[in-house]
């Protein structure tokens, strides 16, 4: 393998001319393929039954998520101004390709039930909009008489009224579409309010923001970094070729997706941060290596000077780099796509980078001349620095490890606090529009989450009033959950019709009792109202119907609480199965499979990088000493995400995965050197002191490099993604403590050794 990398370094020019056109080939890709997913259905996987089934069912009820308008005036609705504004924005929407013309539900479009000479009228509320106060008094009389509307469309205060207009099925919200709605909302804004929310609102701030979210960090985190490396490198030279391997990494990482098709996620946003927070770490080893050769051999040409740094460095570097890629790789196993793709590109980044490292940097150092060495007086008090922190650490292990061990007891307390949360509202800052315009809706009216609840039987089953019955008794005792806005499906219908033929009698506001009045109903409306409005409650077999329950909230421990609820008490409505569906229920199996992705992900790395260390070093208990960093850090993660109350969600869980994969390159160089100074002294603490005052530092500098490049989520306009930075810089934090003190106390207190091989005694000095 050196060989093979000592010949490739001595041909430069084409190694450098092939790394160009492979950067220039991803730049194209970026340019002419890159993209950003906006449809959160795509985040999910399509070949799940829960997803199968919720897609079935929205095709059968015709389930789709919708725009939300909500137009607030605090004076009243009912006033000629603000009934043509309900008018005109209507009619705006219905006129849009994107949107189906009877699928805009608003003041002006909602079918009025009333009870006529013939018995039964289903007319519009309004049509013109009146200018005398006697017929505003009178819509106003006509909608809050009517419970399908009042409470529902209007508010009870009466100072907002909600206008939905759903998406045609094969629809993609893109950015035109929401800028086209946020135009509207801009033309009748004042003296009004109008709030813009729903599901393709998120999708559409998500898209706006991605890109925004990269822009901004990209230049904190090159900023950072470069300060830190120059005071760590302490060469341009080195700088700008350690700076060029990362962005050239990030870029190869993007153009491979833009070229496979694949779309940029909310959460790949954070893989340019990853991949030069990690990717620098490889240059720092390199040039720690060359400085240290340097030093001790003054008199040594550029050619000794790549060869040692190659011989010396490729394996713990391709170590490395393995070790983190399997850290990442380990995310297929979630069932979440933009999880996947996460991982795996991310790994695809980290061996570009190690391969740019190991091959572009020697070529370019030959080419273009080694850095300068800059003179390190060193001080006897600074040689003797780390033997002091080694005696240290060793004189009081007794008193670490007890207190390592309470902070590990307290972290399975705060385990235990740990909860799933999938809200893509939680993606948005509290003081949003679209968090506050949810906020208004959740307020005013029955939510903005909704949860389908698909009832089954046999054919007609659903035309017995008795099983109405039942289930507008399980309606009723989930509006007195206080999760729950309102609840609505055919018996809904069935009370509506029932009273108007009895003269809207509220005595009447019950089902019918006879099964062919029933029927009666169902025809009457059928022919005088919309057939489609039945479509979305009743299939046409009467075989199957939807209970549509509006939430107070999207996050995953509402939905649960709210389904549990209904699972418990619709058991009484016999020969029925009840199944869920829609965008809330998604939600709430997405968060299912988070966690089961989640551990899954933690066990495989975890096997594999024991596995792969035992294999490195030829010993099942260096594999098992390696992993004790790792495998502290995540228990001590997860206990301050219980504490601190941070949910896992699609990027929060990717902590462990991400701190495994980066973690485990601390205890990989630390062993390996330790491994190497074997060749110079058997006394352990010695060894210990040597591999300390060599790797160590290196080992410090690449923490604090990590810890500064995740500190820059911080300034993400995502809050996930500032919950992640923190957790992954305080994680590295106690990767690094693990490593150098408590695997270093195991080391010892095992009489850890190693028998170096003749290949190690022959180069190492």
């Not at 607030?72 to 609705?77: F, Q, R, T, W, Y």
């Not at 022919?527 to 009743?538: I, Q, T």
């Not at 995502?718 to 106690?734: D, T």
């Amino acid at each position: 393998m050196v060989n093979l990398l000592l010949k490739l370094s001595k041909k430069p020019i084409p190694i450098i001319v092939l790394v160009v056109i492979v950067t220039l080939l991803s730049v194209m890709g970026i340019m002419s393929n890159a993209r950003i997913e906006t449809d959160l259905d795509k985040y999910m996987p399509k070949e799940n039954p829960a997803f199968v089934f919720s897609d079935q069912a929205e095709e059968w009820f015709n389930i789709k998520d919708g725009v939300l308008f909500v137009m607030e005036n605090p004076d009243g609705v009912f006033c000629e101004s603000t009934l043509r504004k309900v008018k005109e924005i209507t009619l705006r929407l219905q006129n849009m390709s994107q949107i189906e013309l009877g699928d805009v539900n608003s003041l002006y479009t909602t079918d009025n039930i009333v009870s006529s000479e013939s018995g039964l009228d289903v007319n519009k509320f309004y049509v013109e909009v009146p200018s005398s106060q006697n017929k505003l008094d009178e819509i106003r009389k006509a909608v809050i008489d009517n419970e399908m509307v009042y409470g529902r469309i209007l508010s009870k205060d009466e100072t907002a009224t909600l206008i939905l207009a759903e998406l045609k099925p094969e629809v993609v919200f893109t950015q035109e579409l929401y800028d086209d709605i946020l135009q509207i909302k801009k033309e009748f804004e004042k003296p009004e309010n109008i709030y813009v929310a729903g599901r393709p609102i998120v999708e559409g701030t998500l898209a706006q923001l991605a890109p925004k979210d990269m822009q901004k960090m990209f230049p904190i985190v090159m900023l950072l970094i470069i300060v830190v490396m120059l005071i760590v490198l302490r060469s341009f030279k080195s700088l700008l070729l350690a700076i060029l391997i990362v962005i050239m990494s990030t870029i190869w990482t993007f153009g491979f997706m833009s070229w496979l098709n694949i779309p940029i996620y909310a959460v790949s946003t954070m893989i340019p941060v990853m991949l030069i927070a990690i990717g620098i770490a490889y240059s720092i080893y390199l040039f720690n290596n060359i400085s240290l050769f340097r030093k001790s051999n003054p008199d040594a040409d550029k050619n000794e000077v790549i060869r040692d740094m190659l011989q010396v460095m490729w394996k713990p570097v391709m170590m490395s780099a393995l070790t983190t890629a399997v850290g990442f790789i380990s995310l297929i196993s979630s069932e979440i796509w933009p999880v996947k793709y996460f991982g795996l590109f991310t790994a695809f980044g980290i061996i570009s980078a190690f391969f740019l490292s190991l091959v572009f940097l020697p070529a370019a150092l030959r080419l273009f001349g080694l850095p300068k060495q800059k003179k390190i007086k060193e001080s006897e008090s600074n040689s003797n620095l780390f033997e002091k922190i080694v005696h240290s650490i060793l004189k009081y292990k007794v008193i670490i490890l007890t207190a390592t061990g309470i902070v590990l007891i307290i972290s399975i307390f705060g385990i235990q606090k740990v909860w799933i949360d999938t809200s893509f509202l939680r993606n948005f800052e509290e003081s949003s529009d679209i968090v506050q315009a949810d906020q208004f809706v959740n307020e005013h009216f029955a939510g903005t989450t909704m949860l389908n609840v698909i009832l089954e039987g046999e054919d007609d089953t659903f035309k017995n009033p008795e099983v109405w019955k039942q289930i507008d008794v399980l309606q009723t005792k989930l509006e007195e959950l206080p999760e729950v806005g309102l609840t609505f499906s055919l018996s809904d219908f069935l009370k509506k019709l029932n009273m108007s033929m009895y003269a809207d009698n509220p005595d009447y506001d019950i089902v019918p009792e006879a099964r062919d009045v029933l029927a009666q109903y169902l025809l009457l409306y059928s022919m005088a109202g919309d057939p489609d409005n039945l479509d979305k409650v009743v299939d046409y077999n009467y075989k199957r119907a939807n209970i549509s329950v509006t939430l107070k909230g999207d996050n995953s421990k509402l939905i649960q609480r709210v389904v549990d609820f209904i699972d418990d008490n619709s058991g009484s409505i016999e020969g029925i199965s009840v199944r869920y569906a829609g965008s809330a229920y998604k939600g709430l199996v997405f968060s299912g499979l988070i966690l089961e992705g989640q551990v899954l992900s933690i066990i495989i790395s975890i096997i594999l990088v024991i596995i792969l260390l035992s294999l490195m070093f030829n010993r099942l208990s260096v594999g098992l000493i390696g992993s004790i960093p790792i495998i502290l850090t995540s228990l001590i993660s997860f206990g301050l995400m219980g504490f601190a109350n941070i949910p896992l969600g699609a990027t929060t869980a990717l902590v462990a995965s991400i701190s495994l994969g980066i973690g485990i390159d601390f205890a990989i160089q630390f062993l390996y050197r330790y491994r190497v100074n074997f060749t110079q002294e058997t006394d352990i603490v010695r060894i210990s002191i040597l591999t300390l005052s060599h790797t160590g530092r290196a080992i410090f500098f690449n923490a604090v490099i990590i810890i500064i490049g995740f500190i820059v989520l911080l300034f993400s306009l995502f809050p996930p993604n500032r919950e992640l930075g923190a957790l992954i810089s305080l994680n590295m934090f106690f990767c690094f403590f693990g490593t150098l003190v408590i695997m270093l106390i195991v080391i010892n207190l095992t009489n850890l050794r190693f028998k170096p091989k003749k290949e190690e005694v022959k180069q190492y000095r």
